[in-house]
């Protein structure tokens, strides 16, 4: 069983709200992954890290921002919320690729 | 650039049929490819994987099988219930050390009983 966490699972928010998705995992994985899923179901990268601060962009451009100071812990903010943002967000981790990754049970995000 | 696609849904099976859902890939190098479940309103479990050409992944009677040769994993259960009604996708890693993963647009399966 994959021991990575997502919190809050559902949010309602604001327009111009500041927030903060929260992902931890107890795996020891240095390699982390925020996703963005839309409502048809594909997956769109949106940051990555591979290891204690270091952070990358993904493929899909994102007003989001991530920061990875602890191994087990990478949050990602979004600064003033919009409708746009609306979406499910899925963190997920990885020790290596060959081995795949486990995934979060996402924060399904409204913002009004 | 790497790119998997998979068969468009829904597909609707009764208890008991034998499913099919296929993906094809694009990509450079070996990758490993992999097989993803995601239950509603839960987040994606790894289902399988194989790494390298005629690997066959298996796990809860689903099997997949690394066809170099024609550029394909197509997943395979010989006989569907009413708890396998989920998203199912298809992806892989290019290795090399790349670090992302390319994934399908997913195959939503709907078995009724």
């Known amino acids: 069983e994959a021991d990575i966490y997502q919190t809050p699972r559902y949010l309602v928010i604001g327009t111009g709200k500041k927030i903060t998705l929260e992902c931890s995992q107890t795996?020891?994985?240095?390699?982390m992954y925020w996703y963005q899923q839309d409502p048809g179901m594909e997956l769109h990268l949106i940051h990555y890290?591979?290891?204690?601060?270091?952070?990358e962009k993904g493929d899909l451009s994102s007003e989001s921002t991530v920061s990875r100071i602890r191994t087990e812990h990478f949050p990602l903010t979004l600064e003033s919320a919009r409708p746009s943002h609306t979406s499910q967000y899925l963190c997920?981790?990885?020790?290596?690729?060959?081995?795949?990754?486990?995934f979060g049970a996402g924060t399904r995000l409204s913002v009004l | 650039g790497d790119s998997v696609t998979q068969m468009e849904g829904p597909v609707t099976l009764s208890e008991e049929a034998f499913l099919t859902i296929n993906c094809t890939y694009t990509?450079?190098?070996?990758?490993?490819l992999f097989w993803y479940v995601q239950y509603p309103g839960e987040g994606l479990q790894l289902l399988l994987k194989?790494?390298?050409?005629?690997d066959k992944g298996s796990n809860k009677g689903f099997e997949a099988t690394y066809r170099k040769e024609t550029t394909s994993f197509h997943l395979e259960k010989g006989s569907v219930q009413v708890s396998d009604s989920a998203v199912y996708f298809c992806?892989?890693?290019?290795?090399?050390?790349?670090?992302?993963?390319?994934f399908g647009t997913g195959t939503k399966l709907q078995v009724i009983p």
């Open positions: 997920a981790s990885s020790e290596s690729m060959d081995r795949g990754q486990y």
């Open positions: 795996m020891g994985h240095d390699k």
């Open positions: 890290s591979y290891g204690v601060n270091s952070t």
């Open positions: 990509a450079t190098g070996y990758p490993s």
């Open positions: 194989a790494t390298k050409a005629d």
């Open positions: 992806a892989l890693n290019r290795g090399g050390g790349y670090q992302k993963v390319t």
